[in-house]
């Protein structure tokens, strides 16, 4: 209901997977296209669990859209580590993965359609994109948001076709990446770039917008402003690695779950909590309610540990 609302036009998923393969779909199917959202994702296909679809694109590689008279293809990258990072059982039928080469053989195929500037939105994270743009050709430009990486201004990689831009806007709607292109005899000649910061409390909120959030938070809002303790040291979330918000939930996992290694995602995410401020329900749901609540304990690999902390 919010996307809707927020007038999103086109998407590629990450945490949507974790709402399983059937409801993904019910949503893409219903929601979005009544609301006119194109779904895209070139790097997730049906296995061999789907005999009949195995290898075929579960959802479109990519869009054309006319904009401002050039035709613009917009390619999708999905989370290629959906299946490790989440209960695999949730999308058990299909495959995810980097998948430089179909994501060349998708550029090419928007170009040989008539694109004359190929856009991918994707969820790789800002040093896997810094990768693929070294390596696939005709790409434009790569505006992520997977690792919520706050890039001033686009990182310009070469690759044996030319140069690709490479962004990535922060997250929590504190930025908005504004790219404009300037296209000259079916190719970009020229671009701009700017990392606008939005400074929400000078902003009126959208009316509807703001309905729709209060009301969606009204029957929770007495337990979401509970207190539960105080905190002497700023909690944030804002490192590559880790944050003190982190080690605060790593070591709750530790002390309830009785577990020798616990894990919690580095990446930059919620609000920070001053020091003399209150810790509120709020403040936890934030951190720890993104998607599934289950908490695990579970039997894993030293090579298992190794591919987690490295590539997930």
Request: aromatic share 8%; glycine share 8%.
């Amino acid at each position: 209901d919010a996307q809707i609302q927020l007038g999103v036009d086109i998407m590629t998923p990450h945490w949507e997977m974790s709402f399983g393969a059937d409801r993904v779909k019910e949503i893409i199917d219903n929601d979005f296209a009544k609301a006119g959202i194109d779904f895209v994702a070139q790097n997730v296909t049906y296995n061999d669990e789907d005999f009949d679809r195995e290898g075929e694109h579960v959802f479109k590689p990519y869009v054309m859209r006319e904009i401002n008279g050039i035709p613009v293809a917009i390619i999708g990258q999905a989370f290629p580590y959906t299946p490790i990072a989440n209960p695999r059982h949730m999308v058990s039928s299909w495959t995810f993965g980097i998948n430089d080469d179909e994501m060349q053989e998708t550029v090419d195929e928007a170009r040989s359609n008539g694109a004359q500037a190929v856009i991918v939105i994707s969820h790789n994270g800002m040093d896997v994109d810094l990768k693929m743009a070294s390596r696939v050709t005709g790409i434009d430009a790569i505006m992520g948001g997977h690792t919520h990486d706050a890039i001033p201004k686009p990182v310009v990689v070469s690759n044996p076709g030319g140069k690709t831009l490479v962004t990535n806007a922060g997250s929590n709607s504190k930025f908005l990446g504004v790219l404009d292109l300037d296209v000259k005899n079916g190719k970009v000649a020229e671009f701009q770039y700017k990392l606008l910061p939005v400074f929400a409390n000078l902003i009126e909120p959208d009316k509807d917008m703001q309905t729709l959030i209060t009301n969606i938070r009204a029957p929770y809002k007495s337990k979401l402003e509970e207190e539960l303790a105080t905190t002497d040291d700023t909690l944030y979330r804002r490192g590559n690695f880790n944050g003190t918000f982190d080690q605060v939930i790593v070591d709750a996992l530790l002390e309830v779950a009785d577990a020798e290694v616990a894990f919690s995602p580095g990446f930059r995410w919620g609000v920070s909590v001053l020091p003399g401020e209150a810790i509120t329900v709020d403040h936890v749901m934030t951190q720890t309610a993104i998607t599934y609540p289950q908490v695990t304990r579970n039997e894993m690999s030293g090579e298992t540990i190794k591919v987690i902390l490295e590539e997930v």
